[in-house]
Structure formats: C-alpha cells, structure tokens
C-alpha cells in the first residue's frame, strides 16, 4: 500500500479561526506554532492578534556585573525567572572571542553588544545576537565608535525580521574641542536591510540623555 500524503487541515480555515484556535494554548505552545508553517507566524506575529493570544512572560534578564580581581573587564550574567523551561548561555560563548565584551541594549529578544578585540583593544565590533537561537551578526564600528557611551537597539518582528542600531554621538566625539561635553549632537543610524551607517543626523539643539 503507497503512502498516503494528507494536506494541512487548517488551510481552509479562516485566519481569525486559526488565531481563535492558537489563542487557546499556552504561551510556550504559541511560540511553538510559529514555526509551523510562514502563515501561522505572521498570524502570530501580527500587531492585531497581539491582544488574542497568551502574553510574552519574562523568561529572565541579561544584567551587567562588575569587574573583580579575576575578571578585569566587565562582564554579565543572566538571571531566569521562570524555570528552566527557557535557558540561555550566560557567557554568550557562541560569540566571536573578544578581550571584553559590554551588553549596551536589548529590544525585543534580540541583544546590541561592544566587543574589543583582543588584538587590537582599540578596534572594536557591535554585535546583534538572539540569546535563545544563539545566531548573530557583526555591526561594523564608526569612527564615533570608541567615544560612544550610549547606542540603542530597534527591532519589531511583527513589522519586519531587520533591526537598526543608533549611535548617539556626544559633542566630544563630533568636536574634538568640546572634550568635557557629552550632550548627543548626532546620531548615527544602521539598517540590517542595507547594511550600512547612514551619515549621522546632526541635531539643532544637543540633547542629554538620563539614565
């Protein structure tokens, strides 16, 4: 007797029935369901069904630690929340070896990082990396890059699978005269869509930022 191939049962089923369906298990199922097939997660991931399905829980936090005797640079940890069910590389180990590596942001899964390499302490790398799948991308430094301290990380996934990362240049970096002035006065911009920096967007009045 051959093989008898059957189709997916629920493509003929309306879109706000499969989400009325999916909205019914929990929330690790869902994000299961994602990959099911590119329609269950786009109707997953779409800004109109966010209010019909199970909320995102915290799994945990990635947090930065302080330098100590044995561990001259600082470094990071994570803290879980929620069990076991969700566990990430606290070391990030599946990163490119660096002399120090900093977490700068986190948006939406996705965390910014610097890292300076051992070879030369003085060039340095961001890099965009998913902590669950362990995949990453290396964002190429500017000439603003070592004076930053501040950058930011943008991404939604329910608007597109590209993220951006801000520079936010402060006056010392923009105008050697200005040594003491870290108010921003630029902004730089990368799209993973391009690839590129964009020049930066100088700003009519400099800003400060509060942390």
């Not at 049962?9 to 369901?33: N, Q, W």
């Not at 915290?58 to 069990?83: D, I, K, P, Q």
């Not at 606290?90 to 051992?118: H, Q, T």
Request: proline share 7%.
């Amino acid at each position: 007797m051959g093989t008898v191939f059957i189709g997916d049962p629920t493509a003929k089923l309306p879109d706000d029935l499969l989400v009325e369906v999916i909205s019914r298990v929990p929330y690790k199922s869902t994000c299961c369901c994602k990959c099911v097939s590119t329609r269950w997660r786009d109707l997953i991931s779409h800004p109109d069904h966010r209010d019909k399905l199970p909320r995102s829980t915290l799994a945990g936090f990635f947090h930065a630690t302080s330098a100590t005797e044995h561990h001259r640079h600082l470094s990071h940890g994570y803290l879980s929340v929620s069990g076991n069910w969700c566990r990430h590389d606290a070391a990030l180990s599946f990163l490119p070896k660096y002399e120090s590596l900093e977490i700068l942001d986190c948006c939406n899964g996705l965390l910014l990082c610097r890292g300076r390499k051992s070879t030369d302490p003085k060039t340095l790398d961001y890099v965009v990396c998913n902590p669950a799948t362990e995949k990453w991308v290396t964002v190429p430094a500017t000439k603003w890059s070592w004076d930053m301290s501040s950058a930011c990380l943008g991404f939604d996934p329910a608007v597109s699978s590209h993220f951006y990362v801000f520079e936010l240049v402060p006056a010392l970096a923009w105008n050697p005269i200005k040594r003491d002035d870290y108010s921003i006065e630029a902004v730089g911009i990368y799209s993973s869509k391009v690839g590129v920096w964009t020049h930066p967007i100088v700003l009519d009045d400099p800003i400060e930022i509060l942390y």
